[in-house]
């Protein structure tokens, strides 16, 4: 049968990775981004490709979405009408995200729609970052200047919401670092290993990654480090977040960028795009759990991820058991894990969990992972026809998600998703752990993280349970490197204690 004429395909494909232009050229993010782009115009052939582009969208930057890399190099006011200009695109509509790994993924859902209602014509996504060369003409104090004023104001695209409270900002508990070595001790707990068994286990998970990404030319790090290296803790791989060392953490300081481009089957044919070229959506699905940490009920798990990747398989009609292919999002062991259960597949599955070597190993180039993943899934289907691959996206720490079903295979029948709200109202309903900002009394530690500096251990925080009422508290310890040395070196899940509030901040006193 042939497809619907809006049926929603994605054409064209160019991706980055750049790890030698010296910094003293000083390329912004958007020359790097500008040439991904170039890359999947040429992916895609045709004739009019460019000119049939109305919509030019991009994952919001790393410096504008944590003070951590903000840059006195300056940026664009507009960033997708910057891609837009370089590109020589007159797009009507200048798309730019709020933060969240999901986004990439999320925009070809919202993006495959509208071209489906004939809202659309074409467009490019776009996504990446230029931190390795920012923060050497930082550091080199080069006169480089990013500052550019394309015209216009973007349209904002996501969620603006920050994904930290006041209260777990003050403990400290408001970076991707601090709040997944949480979720990775509770998982820890609730499979009974012990601090060097779950070590292990994380070691052979990552290790399948990095020989991935070992393989791939567009990989950070190509080492392809053994599960023996990734969790032998040394000078080289110095702890960051208990229980993570560096070589288990993502690198954001990268060069590195993506594009994609979405049509419709007709466009398609009008432009003469071979349809070798085309690669089919035929599920996908948006959800996030309860937004902030302090209120998840079990930290060992993810109800929008249960729920979201069966709404997509079900869109797709397939199973776990019909994909070739997949990339499942991988900032840190612990999203890996969760994703593997919600799923329902083996952490150690023989078709492999990543077809780019993941965030860790092949690059993590802030919220535009995902951009470089979809671009990669293309490649594979296109050289293997007919399989079907899934991509996950996560934003946030384990709370935004979305699900993209892919294949060269028609899709049939008129495209057509589930309301995203419909699924949100359904997780906004389920319940909240208790929880009370000011404890005091006797409590235990439900799961904690031990960061570090260059000096070793700096400070705690953690999530505990007051005794008299099971009500969860966020806390942390006196800033003592002996006591935060002891959470490392001996067990700290269970362990019993007083905790005390004062000035807006809870302390735990271990027993």
Known sequence: MTPDKN?????????????????????????????????????????????????????????????????????????????????????????????????PQSLVNQFAEEIAGGGMRAAMIVGGEALRTQHGVERAGLPVSWQEDPGGTPELIGDPRRGWNEHEDRHNLRAAITQYPLYE?????????????????????????????????????????????????????RWIGFPYPRLMVSNAFIDQAAAYIMTSVGIAHELGIDASKWVYLHGCADGH??????????????????????????????????????????????????????????????RGLTVTGGLVYFGGPGNSYVVLSI?????????????????????????????????????????????????????????????????????????YTVMHDKNGPAYSVLLGRLSATGERFIANTPADKALLQDLQDREGLGRAGVVRHADGLNTFHPA
């Not at 064209?12 to 003293?24: A, F, M, R």
């Not at 109800?303 to 840190?332: E, H, N, V, W």
Request: net charge neutral.
């Open 375 to 447: 671009c990669e899934m293309m490649r594979r289907l296109r050289a293997s026809p007919g399989d079907f691959g899934l991509v996950t996206a996560n934003g946030n720490w384990v709370t935004k998600h979305a699900y993209g079903v892919y294949s060269t295979t028609p899709y049939q029948g008129r495209w057509q998703r589930e309301n995203p709200a419909a699924l949100q109202a359904q997780l906004d309903a389920l319940p909240t752990a208790p929880f009370t900002e000011c404890a005091n009394g006797e409590a235990t530690i439900e799961t």
């Open 289 to 350: 759990d309860h937004w902030y940490t302090s209120e998840r009920f079990d930290l060992t798990a993810s109800p929008a991820m249960r729920a979201a990747s069966r709404q997509a398989l079900d869109m797709a009609g397939k199973t776990m058991a019909d994909f070739r292919f997949l990339d499942i999002y991988s900032c840190f062991p612990s999203a890996v894990q969760i994703a593997c259960q919600e799923l329902g597949i083996a952490e150690d599955d023989p």
């Open 185 to 237: 001790n509770a998982i820890r707990g609730k499979r009974g290993r012990t601090l060097g068994e779950h070590m292990q286990s994380m070691g052979r998970l990552m290790a399948h990654f990095a020989r991935v990404a070992a393989a791939n030319p567009l990989a950070t790090r190509r080492e392809g480090y053994s599960a023996e290296r990734l969790t032998t803790v040394d000078a080289d791989n």
């Open 7 to 103: 049926t929603p395909i994605l054409v064209g494909c160019g991706d980055v990775t750049d790890l030698n232009t010296p910094i003293e050229r000083g390329r912004s993010p958007y020359d790097i981004i500008a040439q991904a782009g170039k890359l999947a115009l040429a992916d895609a052939g045709g004739k009019g490709l460019a000119a049939a582009i109305d919509t030019v969208a991009m994952l919001r930057s790393y410096k504008d979405t944590s003070h951590r890399f903000e840059t006195r190099l300056g940026g664009s006011s507009n960033p997708p009408k910057s891609i837009a200009n370089r590109l020589g695109l007159n797009a009507r509509r200048h798309v730019y995200t709020w933060n969240g790994g999901n986004m």
